[in-house]
């Protein structure tokens, strides 16, 4: 099936090009009705051209206007967008020409919302929406079906909080956060401690606090803190199905990918990204600009920016076999030769 996405109102690609502040070249007047990848494009579509890999589509592709790098402006000789980042700003262009729909205020009937909620007068509350006591809701914010917002929540302006999402008690939400269907905000964290032969729950006190343009995907759970909060900057990127665990710190403009487990206590820095499936152990600190490879297990602190990996890459099970019989003899072949060289230290 094509995947053309029409606008409800086309846009020059002069209007277009000025407002990302891109350099363009073909007809300032053409009219961009819609937007596709390169293979499904159509003569009115708006698409992107980010690799070699897509050499073919941008060949035979019927884009109306294509965003590609000045340097491979020679590959394409219709109306062009210029950019250093074409996936980028293809991204910017879908924020401008607003190509998701804007919903309707309204407040379903269904939603059951106490009466000292505050809520602002173009929000939208879906069908099915609970909203406890103390919870204010800023302007243009949309709850989606069947989420539950729990008491003292504040969810600033232009949040989009979708469906059966649970926030928890005095979670804050700063401006333009994304939150995907299924996400919990505000669970118990996983605290216990140890009493004779049975464990003893520790209270969970604290809260969460997530900053401004926050995305949380879907089924993702971000656990509140036990005395302090769990805090997410601004600017964090959330996959589906990520756990943050209790008094998590995580820096701002980090992403996390899908399938993350950050351990409880945990600090991380601003600008780092983490591949799928990476571990994080708990009361550790990561600075600033790292990178974690996918599947990668963090038992120590990480104090120097840079690319991190713990992967054993995929390999027939006759190799893996006898690599593991190598790793099993490491310490063994570590004493003798240690005993070797101290033997040589002596003798020389």
């Given at each position: 099936?094509?995947?053309?996405?029409?606008?409800?109102?086309?846009i020059?690609?002069?209007?277009?090009?000025?407002?990302?502040?891109?350099?363009?070249?073909?007809?300032?007047?053409?009219k961009?009705?819609?937007?596709?990848?390169?293979e499904?494009?159509?003569?009115?579509?708006?698409?992107?051209?980010?690799?070699?890999?897509?050499?073919?589509?941008?060949?035979?592709?019927?884009?109306?206007?294509?965003?590609?790098?000045?340097?491979?402006?020679?590959?394409?000789?219709?109306?062009?967008?210029?950019?250093?980042?074409?996936?980028?700003?293809?991204?910017?262009?879908?924020?401008?020409?607003?190509?998701?729909?804007?919903?309707?205020?309204?407040?379903?009937?269904?939603?059951?919302?106490?009466?000292?909620?505050?809520?602002?007068?173009?929000?939208?509350?879906?069908?099915?929406?609970?909203?406890?006591?103390?919870?204010?809701?800023?302007?243009?914010?949309?709850?989606?079906?069947?989420?539950?917002?729990?008491?003292?929540?504040?969810?600033?302006?232009?949040?989009?909080?979708?469906?059966?999402?649970?926030?928890?008690?005095?979670?804050?939400?700063?401006?333009r956060?994304?939150?995907?269907?299924?996400?919990?905000?505000?669970?118990?964290?996983?605290?216990?401690?140890?009493?004779?032969?049975?464990?003893?729950?520790?209270?969970?006190?604290?809260?969460v606090?997530?900053?401004?343009?926050v995305?949380?995907?879907?089924?993702?759970?971000?656990?509140?803190?036990?005395?302090?909060?769990?805090v997410i900057?601004?600017?964090?990127?959330?996959?589906?199905?990520?756990?943050?665990?209790?008094?998590?710190?995580?820096?701002?403009?980090?992403?996390?990918?899908?399938?993350?487990?950050?351990?409880?206590?945990?600090?991380?820095?601003?600008?780092?990204?983490?591949?799928?499936?990476?571990?994080?152990?708990?009361?550790?600190?990561?600075?600033?600009?790292?990178h974690?490879?996918?599947?990668?297990?963090?038992?120590?602190?990480?104090?120097?920016?840079?690319?991190?990996?713990?992967?054993?890459?995929?390999?027939?099970?006759a190799?893996?076999?006898?690599?593991?019989?190598?790793?099993?003899?490491?310490?063994?072949?570590?004493?003798?030769?240690?005993?070797?060289?101290?033997?040589?230290?002596?003798?020389?």
């Amino acid at each position: 099936m094509t995947r053309i996405i029409q606008l409800e109102s086309p846009i020059s690609l002069e209007k277009l090009a000025g407002q990302l502040q891109a350099e363009f070249r073909g007809d300032p007047e053409f009219k961009i009705q819609s937007v596709a990848n390169l293979e499904h494009a159509d003569s009115g579509s708006l698409s992107f051209f980010s690799g070699k890999r897509f050499l073919s589509d941008l060949q035979t592709t019927e884009a109306g206007v294509v965003i590609l790098s000045k340097e491979n402006s020679l590959l394409f000789p219709g109306n062009s967008i210029y950019s250093e980042n074409p996936y980028a700003t293809f991204s910017q262009a879908v924020g401008i020409m607003k190509v998701e729909e804007e919903p309707i205020p309204k407040r379903d009937q269904s939603a059951i919302i106490d009466d000292s909620a505050v809520i602002a007068d173009n929000a939208t509350i879906g069908a099915g929406v609970i909203i406890e006591a103390g919870v204010v809701i800023g302007e243009q914010v949309l709850i989606g079906n069947g989420s539950s917002i729990h008491r003292g929540v504040e969810i600033a302006r232009s949040c989009r909080i979708g469906a059966n999402v649970v926030i928890g008690r005095g979670v804050t939400l700063g401006e333009r956060c994304k939150i995907e269907p299924g996400a919990v905000l505000g669970a118990t964290g996983f605290g216990y401690t140890h009493l004779d032969e049975e464990w003893l729950p520790i209270p969970q006190l604290g809260s969460v606090i997530i900053g401004k343009n926050v995305d949380i995907g879907a089924n993702s759970t971000i656990d509140r803190g036990t005395l302090g909060d769990t805090v997410i900057e601004d600017g964090v990127k959330i996959d589906n199905q990520v756990h943050i665990g209790h008094n998590v710190h995580i820096g701002a403009h980090t992403i996390l990918a899908g399938c993350s487990a950050v351990a409880g206590s945990v600090k991380i820095g601003n600008r780092c990204r983490l591949g799928g499936r990476v571990g994080i152990l708990d009361n550790l600190e990561i600075t600033d600009d790292v990178h974690i490879a996918a599947t990668s297990v963090v038992t120590r602190s990480i104090a120097e920016p840079g690319m991190y990996s713990s992967v054993v890459p995929a390999q027939s099970v006759a190799k893996w076999r006898r690599n593991i019989g190598r790793i099993r003899n490491l310490d063994r072949w570590a004493v003798k030769i240690e005993k070797k060289l101290k033997q040589e230290h002596k003798e020389d």
